[in-house]
């Protein structure tokens, strides 16, 4: 099956550091997303991209789809505390009916 | 708070057990859809119902049975489950579950999700 291969895996960081993380595919995507997981909750979006080369801010967040369509990445600027939790992005293919493949997601801490 | 809401958010249960878990969307979405998250697994897709008829059944074992009466709610029937079963189970929905080309900006097909299930199998 399709493969999405999510970096770094986790991630420990001091409050008010940039964060970036990304997401490569061995195929080509139509959308990417990326969610947030807060212990014990579901993922929660925080950005949605559907054209290669699309900038999208969400705030301190910030989201890029790769102009080859095989990749994105998400940054995050000066992180608070409360950005700990765990990221995943999802892509979905041109030929999956709407089928999303997850990343294996990002654990991120952050110490105040 | 997502518009996406599942009951009960925590779930022990036999293996001899019949239970099931419930999702509501209150989106006007026409898809839904049942995921399992394992520890140190990514996201499983289970199950998708399109208008709710059922689109995708991804290999999942008989003992999960979903139900879909329309297309504002989805079921998860559980039945003889086993302990390796234990998991986070999330709902999601999305507007429909339409196949995009590459280069369609039609707009994705984003989907949103619940704030999960906890089951554990004893």
């Known amino acids: 099956g399709q493969q999405l291969n999510q970096s770094p895996q986790s991630m420990f960081i001091q409050e008010g550091e940039d964060v970036s993380m990304n997401c490569t595919s061995s195929?080509?995507?139509?959308?990417w997303l990326w969610y947030k997981q807060d212990p014990g909750e579901g993922p929660v979006l925080l950005i949605a991209?559907?054209?290669?080369?699309e900038l999208t801010s969400n705030g301190r967040l910030t989201a890029q789809f790769g102009i080859t369509r095989k990749d994105s990445f998400l940054n995050i600027s000066a992180s608070i505390p409360s950005d700990v939790g765990i990221y995943f992005c999802?892509?979905?293919?041109?030929?999956?009916?709407?089928?999303?493949?997850f990343g294996q997601g990002t654990i991120l801490t952050v110490h105040p | 708070e997502t518009g996406v809401t599942q009951t009960p958010r925590h779930l022990v249960m036999g293996m001899t057990n019949k239970k099931s878990l419930k999702c509501e969307q209150h989106l006007g979405h026409n898809a839904m859809y049942w995921y399992k998250q394992s520890a140190k697994k990514p996201l499983e897709l289970m199950f998708v119902y399109n208008f709710k008829e059922q689109t995708e059944n991804n290999s999942v074992p008989s003992r999960f049975s979903p139900e879909c009466p329309n297309s504002s709610h989805l079921f998860l029937h559980l039945h003889t489950l086993q302990p390796e079963d234990s998991a986070l189970y999330l709902c999601?929905?999305?507007?429909?579950?339409?196949?995009?080309?590459?280069?369609?900006?039609?707009?994705?097909?984003?989907?949103?999700f619940g704030e999960g299930s906890w089951l554990t199998v004893v």
């Open positions: 195929s080509i995507f139509n959308t």
């Open positions: 999802a892509g979905q293919e041109s030929t999956s009916y709407g089928k999303l493949t």
């Open positions: 999601a929905s999305s507007q429909d579950y339409v196949n995009r080309e590459v280069g369609d900006d039609f707009g994705g097909n984003t989907i949103y």
């Open positions: 991209l559907y054209k290669a080369g």
